[in-house]
C-alpha cells in the first residue's frame, strides 16, 4: 500500500518545493520507490505551450519523474480557469485530481503530495490541504519560514486544524542569533503540544540568493553580453552612484553582488567590475560603452539594459530578493545537505509507519 506524505506551508517561498525534493531524494537513496504529487498549482505561467507549472517541471526534471506534467499536476488555476469555476462550469476537478493521483501512486512506495500556499488553498474546489489529507489518506509535514517568535502559531494552527494528521513541522530559515531559542525552547514547546520539529533549518545566504535570470525576468531586462552566466546567484544588493574615487572601496564592501546604477555611468561600471560583481544593471535604456561591455564580456558578468529608473530597479529587485526560488542546482544540493545533517528522518520513518529497504550511505 502507498504511503501519501503531504508537504504544506504557511506562506509561499518558505522552502516547501526544497523540501519535497530533499525527501524524495533521501526516500530514493533508501530504497524507496518515490512519486511526486501536485494536485493543484496556483502559480502557472502562460507559454506558448499553454499553462505550467515551474515547480513541476523542475521536480520532474531533478527526480527524473516519467509521468507526464499533466499527471503530476492535473490542474493549474489560470485566471480563465477561475472564471470557468466561478461559473460553476468547471467539470470534475475532483475527479481528474484523483484519478492523477491514482496514476502517480501506482507502484510506489510513497508519494509525495505538494500543498499550496498554505492548508486553506483550494478550498475553491474543494481540495483544500485538509480535503487532501483525507482524499489520499496522507499525513502532513508543514514547512514554516522563521519570520519572529510567533512561528509556533503557525506551527500548531495547522495541528489544531489537521489534527493527527499533521506529524510535524519544519522551520526554515531561522536566523543564527535565533537558532539556540529555536532549538531548545520552540521545538520542545511544540512537541508537547503533539507535533513534532522534525528540522530546523539556518538561514543561509547562498539559499537565500537570488539568480541573475530571475533578476532579468523581474526587471523585464535586456541581456547585453555574458548570457552564459545568468544561472550565477546574487547575494547582496548595490547602488551605484556615488563619486568614482569612492567607488571601488565602496563596492569591495560586499561580495556576489548586481550593481545597480546608470548606464551611462561608465566609471561606475567599470569600479564594480573590478570587484566581486555577479551582474550590473543598468537604468534608463541608456546603453553602455562598448568597451565596458567588451570587459564585461571577457569578465563574464551579465549587463542587464532596463527601463527603469535606478529608485523603482532597486525596489523591484528588493521584492524579488524576497520571492526565494529554489529552481537553481547549486540551491537544491546545499538544500539536502542541510536536511541529511538536520532532519529527523527515523522520527519521519516511524510517523509513517515504513522503513528503509536500502542504505542512504
Excluded at 502559480?43 to 499553454?50: L, S, Y
Excluded at 527601463?307 to 529554489?326: N, P, Q, W, Y
Amino acid at each position: 500500500m502507498v504511503t501519501a506524505l503531504y508537504v504544506t506551508s504557511t506562506e509561499t517561498f518558505s522552502g516547501k518545493t526544497a523540501v519535497c525534493i530533499g525527501l524524495a531524494r533521501r526516500f530514493l537513496a533508501d530504497g524507496l520507490r518515490v512519486g511526486y504529487f501536485k494536485p493543484l498549482s496556483f502559480t502557472a505561467r502562460q507559454e506558448d505551450c499553454g499553462a505550467v507549472d515551474e515547480d513541476t517541471q523542475v521536480i520532474r526534471r531533478t527526480l527524473g519523474l516519467k509521468e507526464p506534467p499533466e499527471i503530476i499536476c492535473p490542474v493549474l488555476i489560470t485566471p480563465r480557469l477561475m472564471e470557468v469555476i466561478a461559473r460553476g462550469e468547471a467539470g470534475d476537478l475532483i475527479g481528474r485530481i484523483k484519478a492523477a493521483y491514482s496514476k502517480v501512486a501506482e507502484g510506489k512506495d510513497v508519494v509525495i503530495i505538494e500543498g499550496a500556499n498554505n492548508i486553506a488553498s483550494g478550498s475553491l474546489i474543494d481540495m483544500s490541504g485538509l480535503e487532501v489529507l483525507q482524499a489520499f489518506d496522507a499525513k502532513g509535514i508543514v514547512v514554516v519560514r522563521y519570520r519572529d517568535d510567533l512561528v509556533i502559531d503557525h506551527i500548531l494552527i495547522a495541528k489544531r486544524v489537521a489534527g493527527e494528521r499533521a506529524i510535524g513541522a519544519v522551520i526554515n530559515s531561522v536566523p543564527a542569533d535565533r537558532l539556540d531559542f529555536v532549538t531548545r525552547d520552540v521545538a520542545p514547546f511544540c512537541e508537547r503540544r503533539g507535533i513534532k520539529v522534525f528540522a530546523i533549518l539556518p538561514q543561509e545566504r547562498q539559499l537565500m540568493a537570488t539568480s541573475v535570470n530571475d533578476l532579468v525576468e523581474y526587471l523585464g531586462g535586456e541581456v547585453l553580453c555574458a548570457q552564459d552566466r545568468l544561472n550565477e546567484l546574487v547575494e547582496n544588493v548595490m547602488v551605484g552612484a556615488m563619486g568614482v574615487d569612492a567607488a571601488l572601496k565602496y563596492f569591495r564592501r560586499k561580495p556576489n553582488k548586481a550593481v545597480i546604477t546608470g548606464g551611462d555611468r561608465s566609471d561606475l561600471q567599470l569600479a564594480a567590475l573590478e570587484t566581486s560583481t555577479k551582474c550590473l544593471i543598468l537604468t534608463g535604456s541608456l546603453h553602455p560603452n562598448p568597451i565596458v561591455v567588451a570587459r564585461a564580456e571577457e569578465l563574464g558578468v551579465p549587463m542587464i539594459l532596463v527601463r527603469h529608473d535606478t529608485l523603482t530597479a532597486v525596489g523591484i529587485v528588493e521584492r524579488c530578493s524576497g520571492r526565494v526560488r529554489f529552481h537553481d542546482v547549486q540551491k537544491i544540493a546545499r538544500f539536502e545537505e542541510m536536511l541529511q545533517a538536520r532532519f529527523d528522518y527515523q522520527a519521519l520513518y516511524q510517523a509513517l509507519h515504513i522503513a528503509p529497504k536500502g542504505s542512504s550511505k
